[in-house]
């Protein structure tokens, strides 16, 4: 992910220098607060609708961008901050736009004269529109926000909310096109600020007629499930006709109707015919209900798979799983018995109520894959800790550390890891947090 917010901040930081490039001749000459405000106006504005546009491109789902985070899930993690950073900078937009005027002597000098006959004329007439379509999505969009933050605030109301932020977008571009400087149509910041506006608007309406993910859209049939109330964990075995062959430690989307999409993690290794299994926790409002909507062959709609949490090197391995976390390396656990590799992996799988079905059954296949299987009920064993771990295995420098659970718990293992200068390349995480 790191490489990806390079890339980012390379491109905010190109369209500053073309900005100071449109804006050059004002600045350097006799410019005023007034200038140096039109300026942080323009400039804060170009960098919101750019960071808004990649937010929309994130969420499309496409295999490209999946390679480049490392993991749909990555995708949507940077999604979530990049479009905390849109919102931040859509605020100083605001800001400059219509607080700090009431601070500055406005200048009495008159504006350049515009050439009748250009495309800058033609649109002229829209701009009061344009700011006053601005400013109501504006508003708009802070209150989407914060319902997008709010964890208290339930699924429903958080998926409408990010239903009508393709909306916003395309609002905010008309706003964004409109709005741009007379004087910076002769230099590229405006025909490269219209080539990013463009990628969002195609990703918008992408979103906005359902073609997200499309491709790797199938049809489920419910052929079991289990509700676990002691460990409020369902579990479901999905038959899927013509599922595409799934990599150990993937997920996929399931859709129960109404549009209820949730990412699951697969539990179950890849077998051609084989059903899907699927270990689902009460963690949400639509989560702790699912038990009550589920009737044996009944059509779930699956799409997928996605993720590159994949185990995928040679070193020896130290897997943690906290609660529910267990189903990113359920399937792993099947796949690693058929695997010719001479590593060692360790799985500590941590949770306050350990199921007593589940537990035979993944000391079973550890057994089977030849794996170290660390059992820590939450309630009477000591915690886990990189003090544990690092008097547990020599040299924990030399191991690689596969991580799905609690955010809490892996930002602590974390900050405690770089306290011993272990590399964070060598620490994979699922970065999922449902509702």
Not at 28 to 56: C, E, F, H, K, P
Not at 193 to 222: D, E, P
Not at 237 to 249: A, I, M, N, Y
Not at 413 to 424: P, R, V
Request: aromatic share 12%; glycine share 4%.
């Amino acid at each position: 992910m790191k490489k990806f917010y390079f890339k980012i901040i390379s491109i905010l930081f190109l369209l500053t220098i073309l900005c100071i490039q449109a804006e050059a001749h004002t600045l350097l000459s006799s410019a005023t607060l007034w200038q140096y405000r039109s300026a942080l106006i323009q400039l804060s504005g170009i960098i919101s609708v750019t960071l808004m546009s990649i937010v929309l491109l994130l969420a499309l789902r496409l295999p490209l961008i999946e390679n480049m985070t490392k993991g749909l899930d990555k995708s949507y993690h940077l999604h979530k901050w990049i479009g905390i950073s849109a919102l931040i900078t859509s605020i100083l937009h605001w800001f400059f736009t219509t607080v700090a005027k009431n601070f500055i002597d406005r200048p009495t000098h008159r504006r350049s004269p515009i050439d009748a006959d250009s495309f800058v004329a033609l649109i002229r007439p829209l701009r009061s529109l344009a700011e006053s379509i601005g400013e109501v999505f504006f508003y708009g969009v802070l209150i989407l926000g914060a319902i997008s933050l709010l964890r208290h605030i339930g699924y429903k109301t958080f998926k409408l909310s990010h239903k009508l932020m393709p909306l916003c977008f395309i609002a905010f571009a008309f706003h964004s096109v409109i709005l741009i400087k007379p004087a910076y149509w002769d230099y590229p910041i405006t025909y490269i600020t219209l080539f990013i506006i463009t990628i969002g608007l195609v990703a918008a309406i992408l979103s906005l007629n359902g073609k997200i993910g499309k491709k790797k859209r199938h049809h489920a049939v419910l052929s079991s499930f289990y509700h676990d109330h002691s460990n409020q964990v369902t579990e479901l075995s999905l038959s899927v006709q013509g599922w595409p062959e799934h990599k150990s430690g993937q997920f996929a989307y399931l859709n129960f109707g109404a549009n209820n999409i949730h990412p699951f993690s697969i539990a179950s290794t890849y077998k051609k015919n084989a059903p899907l299994r699927f270990l689902i926790k009460e963690l949400g409002d639509f989560t702790s209900d699912l038990k009550n909507q589920l009737t044996i062959g009944q059509t779930i709609k699956i799409e997928g798979p996605y993720g590159k949490f994949n185990f995928n090197d040679q070193r020896d391995q130290i897997w943690i799983a906290g609660g529910i976390g267990i189903a990113a390396f359920k399937a792993q656990l099947q796949t690693q018995r058929t695997l010719s590799v001479n590593k060692s992996v360790t799985l500590y799988y941590c949770t306050k109520k350990p199921s007593k079905t589940l537990t035979l059954e993944l000391r079973k296949e550890a057994k089977l894959a030849n794996i170290d299987l660390k059992i820590i009920d939450t309630r009477s064993d000591p915690l886990l800790t990189i003090t544990m771990l690092n008097d547990s295995h020599k040299n924990l420098n030399a191991h690689s550390i596969w991580f799905c659970g609690p955010t809490r718990f892996s930002d602590k293992l974390k900050a405690d890891l770089i306290a011993l200068n272990y590399n964070l390349q060598l620490f994979h995480q699922e970065y999922f947090s449902m509702r």
